[in-house]
């Protein structure tokens, strides 16, 4: 459903057939538009990684921002945890099928950004 603009004899403006719930777009948004699930999900790509690895990957994410983002990205389906060894307790994860399916998502959001040299302005 489309939104409108009404305005009405005053010059109010009013939303008919807002959505009342998030849209297509920001739930695909909220999924993997969060800080660095994005880039989570992209060091995946080619396979299992280690905790500690992937935090070195991503640079400026510290490892509780890292394991919030695994927790999250886990708990939606996108990626499995799995234990390597009881101790000293070592993990790796790895794309689900789901996950997987991001990856063209992210890669033409890579291309675009790359192609407009977009800049991040503070």
């Not at 939104?3 to 057939?17: H, M, P």
């Not at 708990?75 to 789901?98: H, N, Q």
Request: proline share 2%.
């Amino acid at each position: 459903m489309e939104s409108q603009i009404k305005i009405d004899n005053r010059g109010r403006k009013s939303v008919e057939n807002a959505c009342l719930e998030p849209c297509a777009i920001e739930k695909g948004m909220r999924l993997i538009g969060g800080k660095w699930k994005g880039s989570i999900i992209y060091h995946l790509k080619d396979g299992p990684v280690r905790f500690n690895d992937l935090t070195r990957l991503l640079g400026g994410a510290s490892k509780k921002m890292v394991d919030q983002r695994l927790k999250e990205l886990e708990l939606e389906g996108m990626v499995e945890r799995k234990v390597i060894s009881d101790r000293p307790i070592a993990v790796s994860y790895e794309l689900t099928e789901f996950g997987r399916t991001a990856l063209k998502i992210l890669d033409d959001l890579r291309v675009w950004s790359e192609t407009y040299d977009i800049q991040i302005r503070s």
